[in-house]
């Protein structure tokens, strides 16, 4: 069993950054490849980026793409999710999720944290 906790959501304006983060309880953190997910008012929850356990590898969805970067510390147990030239269709709430399921980019993902909510303004 793993536990996510998202941070590091908030307002910001449109052309600004954040940086999420997601600490997570496992001894084993890099066992696990790890992704951020997004999910709007009245929308289907989206997959934003993904990262191999070792950090090597990382996928993205293209809205994101040359704006967003994924990265992790395995000895901090953390994955961070920075986010630059900010757009108001970004506004979601932002989900971690932790992955064991064989091959890349992940398929399926069983452990997810809580949320983190980030407003960009126009």
């Known amino acids: 069993q793993v536990q996510l906790v998202e941070s590091g959501g908030g307002l910001v304006q449109a052309g600004g950054s954040l940086r999420l983060s997601c600490a997570a309880s496992?001894?084993?953190?890099?066992?696990?490849?790890m992704g951020w997910f997004r999910q709007a008012p009245g929308k289907e929850r989206e997959f934003v980026a993904a990262?191999?356990?070792?950090?090597?590898?990382?996928f993205y969805v293209d809205s994101v793409k040359g704006r967003f970067t994924i990265s992790r510390d395995n000895a901090k147990n953390t994955v961070y999710l920075q986010m630059n030239s900010l757009k108001p269709d970004d506004t979601a709430v932002y989900h971690c999720?932790?992955?064991?399921?064989?091959?890349?980019?992940?398929?399926?993902?069983?452990?997810w944290g809580q949320g983190a909510q980030v407003t960009v303004s126009s």
């Open positions: 999720a932790a992955s064991v399921r064989p091959g890349w980019p992940p398929s399926q993902y069983d452990y």
């Open positions: 496992s001894r084993t953190f890099s066992v696990y490849d």
């Open positions: 990262i191999s356990g070792g950090g090597y590898r990382t």
